[in-house]
């Protein structure tokens, strides 16, 4: 079992930064892929982004490509999301999740979840 705990959220203006961390715990955080994923109130989760348990390789939402940056620190078992230029429409409550398997988009392919995070952009 894997215990993951995000940090980082908060209100932002519009155009702002925040940096989101998820620290991990129980298993071996290098054995794992991670993944960011969002809820805003009324909808669907959606995929964020991800990174291979390695680090080499990572994936993102066309709507977030080119302002959030996914990383990892597998020495302090955790990973982090850096958002930047933020919209009104990233408001949500921000998921960190790990994945045995492989790199994946797909909710339910991750195995482990966080409680989340709050991100509230306003305009």
């Known amino acids: 079992q894997v215990q993951l705990v995000e940090s980082g959220g908060g209100l932002v203006q519009a155009g702002g930064s925040l940096r989101l961390s998820c620290a991990a715990s129980?298993?071996?955080?290098?054995?794992?892929?991670m993944g960011w994923f969002r809820q805003a109130p009324g909808k669907e989760r959606e995929f964020v982004a991800a990174i291979m348990r390695s680090g080499g390789s990572t994936y993102y939402a066309d709507s977030v490509k080119g302002r959030f940056t996914i990383s990892r620190d597998n020495a302090k078992n955790t990973v982090f999301l850096q958002m930047s230029n933020l919209k009104p429409e990233d408001t949500a409550v921000y998921y960190c999740?790990?994945?045995?398997?492989?790199?994946?988009?797909?909710?339910?392919?991750?195995?482990?979840w966080g409680q989340g995070t709050q991100v509230t952009v306003s305009s």
């Open positions: 999740a790990a994945n045995q398997g492989l790199l994946s988009v797909v909710p339910s392919r991750y195995d482990y």
């Open positions: 129980g298993r071996t955080f290098s054995n794992y892929d």
